[in-house]
C-alpha cells in the first residue's frame, strides 16, 4: 500500500481538500485505483453535532457517517463511496483507545498518547487504506490523507507523530508527503514571499515529517526565482513545487497539476512510474471548459438559514452546478434569508424585506434546502406557496419538503394552524411528526441516517422519469421527523402526491404537485450521491424546469450523456436544446 499525505501550513482554508482530492483524481486517471482517509484533530466523535455556522455541512455517507464536507469533494472528485471510518476524528481515537482501557486490553499498563494513542492512529489508517471504495474487489493501490488544521496547532500534534512515525515504519517508496503551504504577495512590494512557507517547512521538519513536494497557494503562477529559493531553503527540488494559483473553478485544479507534472513527482517519490499510464482526463476537461464558457444564465433562489456561510450547503451548490453544466447554463444563486421573508422583517427593515422579495420573484426556480430550528421557517413556507401558486419550478429538500405540506395543508385544506411537531407541539394539525424510533434526549447519530431505499408509487410521475423510470431509488437521509402518515390520504386528495415512499409504505420520501410544471420534494438529501459526471436527478430536473427543457430531459429518462472531448452534450436533448453552458456564481478561488 502507498500512502499520499497532504499537510497545510500558514493559514487554514487554503483548500486542501480540493488539492487532495485534485490528486486522487490524477492518480486514478494514471490508472491506479484510490482511496481517500480525512483526519480530523477535533475532539468531536464525528460532525454531526456541529453547528453548519461554524463547520459548514454536514456531509452524510451511504452507511450513515456524519462527516467533514470535505469527504464530500472526494466522493464527488473520486466518484467512489466512502465509509465513516475514512473520516478519523480525535474523538474517535481517543473513545477507541479508553474504550480498550475499560475492558483491560492494555493487561494494566499506563494508557498514554505515545505509544497508545499514536499506534491506534496507525493501526486505522492501515486497516481503513485497504478497504477498496470503488465497488471492485481487492484493496486500492494508494490511499490520499488529509491531515485537517495547520501544522502547529496542538489539537493534531498526536496525529503529526503518529504520521512521522507511520512514515518510517512503511518505508521510503510507500509514502509521499504534500504540504500545501501559503505564498502571499504584499501588496505594498508587488513580490511573492517565501518567508512563511519556509517557517511552516521548519516547522514540520522539526516534528518529524519532510514535505517532498511543495504545492503552493498563491493568487498566480510562482515566479522560477521563487521556486528556487524556496527549494533551497525547504530542501525540496524545483521539480516537486507545483503552484496552485487562484482559478474560475475548482476543476481546474487536477488540470493546473497535471500541467506541472505532479502526478510524475509523487509517482516517482512512490514507486509507481512504470505502473501507471499517462493521465486521461480528456472527458474531465471537456466538462472543465463548458463550465469555464456557459454565458446563459439560470437563476436559482435559495431559501435557507445558513446563508450567511456558503460552505453550509456546499452539497447543494454542487449538485445544482452539476445540473447546470449538463444543462449548459451559467448557475446564478440568489441568496435569500428566509427571516428577511417574514412579516416581522417587513415591520422592522421594509427594505431588507422588499429586496429578498425581489430576489425570489426574479429567480427562475426557488430551492428550500433541509435545517433544524424553527428561525426562518415561516419566510421557508412564504417561498413555497409562492412557487406553488405562480408555476415557479420548486425544489424542497428534508425541512423543505415537509415545509411544502404544511403550506398545501395551510392553504389548500384550510387547516391554518397545520405545522410540524418540531416547531408547535400542540398543533391540531400536525402534519410532521417526531420520527417514533428517534431519541429526544441524544443529539448525535441518533437521527435516520445514511442511504435508504424509496419505490415509485406513480410509474409516469416527474420524479420516477427523471431516475430513469426507475422502480425504487437509494438516498441518503438526515432528519427526525416527517410526513404524519395519518394525514396523507387527506392531502392527496386535494390534489398533492406523494409519489415515493418506503418499503412500509408509511414513510414519504417523494411529493409532487402533479398540476405544477415542477414542484417536487424529497425527505431524503439528493445532493450527496450527485457527481460532476452523473448529475443527482431531483436537481437536473429543477435546473431543466427553471431553464424551460424539462421536457427534452424527460423525454430521455433523465439521461445526461457524458461530455465528449469537443465539448457538446452528446446526442442528449439538452445539447439539442441549449448550446451556450454554465457556470456557478460561488468559489472562484481554490477553497471548496
Same mark, same amino acid.
Not at 57 to 72: A, K, R, T, Y
Not at 84 to 94: A, L, S, V
Not at 409 to 420: E, V, Y
Not at 518 to 546: C, D, M, N
Given at each position: 500500500?502507498?500512502?499520499?499525505?497532504?499537510?497545510?501550513?500558514?493559514?487554514?482554508?487554503?483548500?486542501?481538500?480540493?488539492?487532495?482530492? %485534485?490528486?486522487?483524481?490524477?492518480?486514478?486517471?494514471?490508472?491506479?485505483?484510490?482511496?481517500?482517509?480525512?483526519?480530523?484533530?477535533?475532539? #468531536?466523535?464525528?460532525?454531526?453535532?456541529?453547528?453548519?455556522?461554524?463547520?459548514?455541512?454536514?456531509?452524510?455517507?451511504?452507511?450513515?457517517?456524519?462527516?467533514?464536507?470535505?469527504?464530500?469533494?472526494?466522493?464527488?472528485?473520486?466518484?467512489?463511496?466512502?465509509?465513516?471510518?475514512?473520516?478519523?476524528?480525535?474523538?474517535?481515537?481517543?473513545?477507541?483507545? =479508553?474504550?480498550?482501557?475499560?475492558?483491560?486490553?492494555?493487561?494494566?499498563?499506563?494508557?498514554?498518547?505515545?505509544?497508545? =494513542?499514536?499506534?491506534?492512529?496507525?493501526?486505522?489508517?492501515?486497516?481503513?487504506? #485497504?478497504?477498496?471504495?470503488?465497488?471492485?474487489?481487492?484493496?486500492?493501490?494508494?490511499?490520499? =490523507?488529509?491531515?485537517?488544521?495547520?501544522?502547529?496547532?496542538?489539537?493534531?500534534?498526536?496525529?503529526?507523530?503518529?504520521?512521522?512515525?507511520?512514515?518510517?515504519?512503511?518505508?521510503?517508496?510507500?509514502?509521499?508527503?504534500?504540504?500545501?503551504?501559503?505564498?502571499?504577495?504584499?501588496?505594498?512590494?508587488?513580490?511573492?514571499?517565501?518567508?512563511?512557507?519556509?517557517?511552516?517547512?521548519?516547522?514540520?521538519?522539526?516534528?518529524?515529517?519532510?514535505?517532498?513536494?511543495?504545492?503552493?497557494?498563491?493568487?498566480?503562477?510562482?515566479?522560477?526565482?521563487?521556486?528556487?529559493?524556496?527549494?533551497?531553503?525547504?530542501?525540496?527540488?524545483?521539480?516537486?513545487?507545483?503552484?496552485?494559483?487562484?482559478?474560475? #473553478?475548482?476543476?481546474?485544479?487536477?488540470?493546473?497539476?497535471?500541467?506541472?507534472?505532479?502526478?510524475?513527482?509523487?509517482?516517482?517519490?512512490?514507486?509507481?512510474?512504470?505502473?501507471?499510464?499517462?493521465?486521461?482526463?480528456?472527458?474531465?476537461?471537456?466538462?472543465?471548459?463548458?463550465?469555464?464558457?456557459?454565458?446563459?444564465?439560470?437563476?436559482?433562489?435559495?431559501?435557507?438559514?445558513?446563508?450567511?456561510?456558503?460552505?453550509?450547503?456546499?452539497?447543494?451548490?454542487?449538485?445544482?452546478?452539476?445540473? %447546470?453544466?449538463?444543462?449548459?447554463?451559467?448557475?446564478?444563486?440568489?441568496?435569500?434569508?428566509?427571516?428577511?421573508?417574514?412579516?416581522?422583517?417587513?415591520?422592522?427593515?421594509?427594505?431588507?424585506?422588499?429586496?429578498?422579495?425581489?430576489?425570489?420573484?426574479?429567480?427562475?426556480?426557488?430551492?428550500?434546502?433541509?435545517?433544524?430550528?424553527?428561525?426562518?421557517?415561516?419566510?421557508?413556507?412564504?417561498?413555497?406557496?409562492?412557487?406553488?401558486?405562480?408555476?415557479?419550478?420548486?425544489?424542497?429538500?428534508?425541512?423543505?419538503?415537509?415545509?411544502?405540506?404544511?403550506?398545501?395543508?395551510?392553504?389548500?385544506?384550510?387547516?391554518?394552524?397545520? #405545522?410540524?411537531?418540531?416547531?408547535?407541539?400542540?398543533?391540531?394539525?400536525?402534519?410532521? =411528526?417526531?420520527?417514533?424510533?428517534?431519541?429526544?434526549?441524544?443529539?448525535?447519530?441518533?437521527?435516520?441516517?445514511?442511504?435508504?431505499?424509496?419505490?415509485?408509487?406513480?410509474?409516469?410521475?416527474?420524479?420516477?422519469?427523471?431516475?430513469?423510470?426507475?422502480?425504487?431509488?437509494?438516498?441518503?437521509?438526515?432528519?427526525?421527523?416527517?410526513?404524519?402518515?395519518?394525514?396523507?390520504?387527506?392531502?392527496?386528495?386535494?390534489?398533492?402526491?406523494?409519489?415515493?415512499?418506503?418499503?412500509?409504505?408509511?414513510?414519504?420520501?417523494?411529493?409532487?404537485?402533479?398540476?405544477?410544471?415542477?414542484?417536487?420534494?424529497?425527505?431524503?438529501?439528493?445532493?450527496?450521491?450527485?457527481?460532476?459526471?452523473?448529475?443527482?436527478?431531483?436537481?437536473?430536473?429543477?435546473?431543466?424546469?427553471?431553464?424551460?427543457?424539462?421536457?427534452?430531459?424527460?423525454?430521455?429518462?433523465?439521461?445526461?450523456?457524458?461530455?465528449?472531448?469537443?465539448?457538446?452534450?452528446?446526442?442528449?436533448?439538452?445539447?439539442?436544446?441549449?448550446?451556450?453552458?454554465?457556470?456557478?456564481?460561488?468559489?472562484?478561488?481554490?477553497?471548496?
Amino acid at each position: 500500500m502507498k500512502y499520499v499525505l497532504v499537510t497545510g501550513g500558514v493559514v487554514s482554508g487554503l483548500g486542501k481538500g480540493v488539492t487532495a482530492s %485534485s490528486i486522487g483524481l490524477l492518480l486514478q486517471a494514471c490508472g491506479l485505483r484510490v482511496t481517500s482517509i480525512k483526519i480530523d484533530p477535533y475532539l #468531536n466523535t464525528d460532525a454531526g453535532t456541529m453547528s453548519p455556522f461554524e463547520h459548514g455541512e454536514v456531509f452524510v455517507l451511504d452507511d450513515g457517517g456524519e462527516v467533514d464536507l470535505d469527504l464530500g469533494n472526494y466522493e464527488r472528485f473520486l466518484d467512489s463511496t466512502l465509509t465513516r471510518d475514512n473520516n478519523i476524528t480525535t474523538g474517535k481515537i481517543y473513545q477507541s483507545v =479508553i474504550d480498550k482501557e475499560r475492558k483491560g486490553d492494555y493487561l494494566g499498563r499506563t494508557v498514554q498518547v505515545v505509544p497508545h =494513542i499514536t499506534d491506534a492512529i496507525q493501526d486505522w489508517i492501515e486497516r481503513v487504506a #485497504n478497504v477498496p471504495v470503488d465497488g471492485k474487489e481487492g484493496p486500492p493501490d494508494v490511499c490520499v =490523507i488529509e491531515l485537517g488544521g495547520t501544522i502547529g496547532d496542538i489539537e493534531s500534534m498526536p496525529f503529526i507523530e503518529a504520521l512521522g512515525q507511520f512514515s518510517y515504519k512503511v518505508g521510503p517508496g510507500n509514502f509521499c508527503l504534500v504540504h500545501v503551504s501559503l505564498v502571499p504577495v504584499l501588496s505594498v512590494v508587488g513580490e511573492q514571499k517565501t518567508k512563511p512557507t519556509q517557517h511552516s517547512v521548519r516547522g514540520l521538519r522539526s516534528l518529524g515529517l519532510t514535505p517532498n513536494i511543495l504545492a503552493c497557494r498563491s493568487t498566480k503562477a510562482l515566479e522560477e526565482n521563487v521556486k528556487t529559493k524556496l527549494s533551497q531553503f525547504c530542501h525540496v527540488p524545483e521539480v516537486n513545487i507545483v503552484t496552485l494559483y487562484d482559478v474560475p #473553478n475548482i476543476w481546474h485544479v487536477p488540470l493546473m497539476l497535471r500541467d506541472q507534472k505532479a502526478h510524475e513527482a509523487i509517482l516517482k517519490e512512490l514507486h509507481l512510474l512504470s505502473n501507471a499510464v499517462k493521465p486521461d482526463l480528456a472527458e474531465w476537461t471537456a466538462r472543465t471548459k463548458i463550465y469555464d464558457t456557459l454565458r446563459d444564465p439560470v437563476r436559482i433562489a435559495m431559501v435557507g438559514k445558513y446563508t450567511g456561510l456558503t460552505d453550509s450547503y456546499l452539497s447543494v451548490l454542487k449538485a445544482l452546478l452539476h445540473a %447546470s453544466v449538463a444543462c449548459h447554463k451559467k448557475l446564478v444563486i440568489e441568496w435569500v434569508a428566509a427571516s428577511d421573508l417574514e412579516e416581522i422583517t417587513a415591520q422592522e427593515t421594509p427594505d431588507v424585506h422588499k429586496a429578498a422579495w425581489d430576489l425570489l420573484k426574479g429567480a427562475d426556480g426557488i430551492l428550500v434546502p433541509g435545517g433544524f430550528g424553527d428561525r426562518g421557517v415561516q419566510g421557508k413556507i412564504l417561498a413555497t406557496k409562492y412557487a406553488r401558486e405562480n408555476q415557479v419550478p420548486f425544489l424542497g429538500i428534508c425541512l423543505g419538503m415537509q415545509l411544502a405540506v404544511v403550506e398545501f395543508a395551510r392553504s389548500i385544506l384550510g387547516f391554518h394552524d397545520a #405545522n410540524s411537531t418540531e416547531f408547535e407541539p400542540e398543533t391540531s394539525s400536525p402534519c410532521v =411528526i417526531f420520527m417514533p424510533e428517534g431519541s429526544t434526549t441524544h443529539m448525535g447519530g441518533t437521527m435516520r441516517l445514511g442511504s435508504r431505499r424509496t419505490y415509485f408509487q406513480v410509474a409516469d410521475c416527474k420524479s420516477a422519469k427523471l431516475y430513469g423510470n426507475a422502480k425504487f431509488v437509494d438516498e441518503r437521509h438526515r432528519h427526525r421527523y416527517e410526513v404524519n402518515p395519518d394525514m396523507i390520504s387527506e392531502i392527496e386528495k386535494a390534489g398533492l402526491s406523494f409519489v415515493g415512499k418506503d418499503e412500509t409504505g408509511c414513510r414519504m420520501e417523494i411529493v409532487e404537485l402533479p398540476s405544477h410544471p415542477y414542484f417536487v420534494g424529497a425527505q431524503f438529501h439528493p445532493e450527496f450521491k450527485s457527481r460532476p459526471g452523473k448529475p443527482s436527478a431531483l436537481f437536473l430536473g429543477l435546473i431543466a424546469a427553471a431553464s424551460g427543457c424539462l421536457e427534452s430531459v424527460l423525454q430521455t429518462g433523465g439521461n445526461v450523456n457524458k461530455v465528449t472531448i469537443n465539448g457538446i452534450a452528446n446526442g442528449t436533448a439538452m445539447g439539442k436544446v441549449h448550446q451556450n453552458g454554465n457556470v456557478y456564481s460561488n468559489g472562484n478561488g481554490l477553497h471548496h
